[in-house]
């Protein structure tokens, strides 16, 4: 089992940055993929950002790119999630999810809890 803790969420203005966090514990996920994904009230939870642990390589929605970047610590089980020039259609609650290497079927194994992102205008 691999738990996920997301922190870093908070209340910002229009033009603000915020870091995210998602700290991994309870096994090692040094070979996983780490995603990000966020819902916004009202919508269906959509793709952010993935980094493979192993490989380092990266893959962002194209409504994020060149502004949100996402980084791995292995070290430290954790991948960041910084997000900047937030515009209020950035608000939502951002969730972590971690893909085991030898899971073969689409999707992510686990997901942590989520951390809310308000963006005001």
């Known amino acids: 089992q691999v738990q996920l803790v997301e922190s870093g969420g908070g209340l910002v203005q229009a033009g603000d940055s915020l870091r995210l966090s998602c700290a991994a514990s309870g096994r090692t996920v040094s070979l996983y993929t780490m995603g990000w994904f966020r819902q916004a009230p009202g919508k269906e939870r959509e793709f952010v950002a993935v980094?493979?642990?192993?490989?380092?390589?990266?893959n962002y929605a194209d409504f994020v790119k060149g502004r949100f970047t996402i980084s791995r610590d292995n070290a430290a089980n954790t991948v960041h999630l910084q997000m900047n020039s937030l515009n209020p259609e950035d608000t939502a609650v951002y969730y972590c999810?971690?893909?085991?290497?030898?899971?073969?079927?689409?999707?992510?194994?686990?997901w942590g809890p989520g951390t809310q992102v308000t963006v005001s205008s």
């Open positions: 980094v493979n642990l192993n490989t380092g390589s990266t």
């Open positions: 999810a971690a893909r085991s290497p030898y899971r073969m079927r689409p999707g992510y194994d686990y």
